[in-house]
């Protein structure tokens, strides 16, 4: 059993800073990509920003400069520093990954955590 456990949300002021982060435990054997998504009231899920195994990252056009993602391989764990933060970053923000839990599997499972609230309001 697989789980992506988020921390951090929670409310800030227009120009503060949050710092998420998203924890892989359990049976695992590979995690690849790594990736925080975010859904507002009324509005589709969107990617925000991903990190590759090896490090390379990339993001929304909204985010970029202002947000930085990075990851610890050894701790299994990805984060998301978010600077600067402004009324519309409010939203659920979401971990998510395709990991391998043994060597038969051909293709990795895309799992998901729970969700973290982010509130920007002044």
């Known amino acids: 059993q697989v789980q992506l456990v988020e921390s951090g949300g929670g409310l800030v002021q227009p120009g503060g800073s949050l710092r998420l982060s998203c924890a892989a435990s359990g049976s695992i054997l590979r995690i690849y990509a790594m990736a ?6 009324g509005k589709q899920r969107e990617l925000v920003a991903a990190i590759s195994s090896g490090g390379n990252t ?6 970029k ?11 299994n764990t990805v984060y ?3 600077n600067s933060l402004k009324l519309e970053d409010t939203a659920v923000y979401y971990c998510n990954a395709p990991i391998t839990t043994s060597q038969s599997m ?16 002044s």
Request: proline share 5%; net charge positive.
């Open 80 to 82: 998301l520093q978010m």
């Open 36 to 41: 925080w998504y975010r859904q507002a009231p």
């Open 106 to 121: 051909l293709v990795p499972l895309n799992y998901w955590g729970q969700g973290t609230q982010v509130t920007v309001s």
């Open 58 to 63: 990339s993001y929304a056009a909204s985010v």
């Open 65 to 75: 400069g202002r947000f930085t993602i990075s990851r610890d391989n050894a701790k």
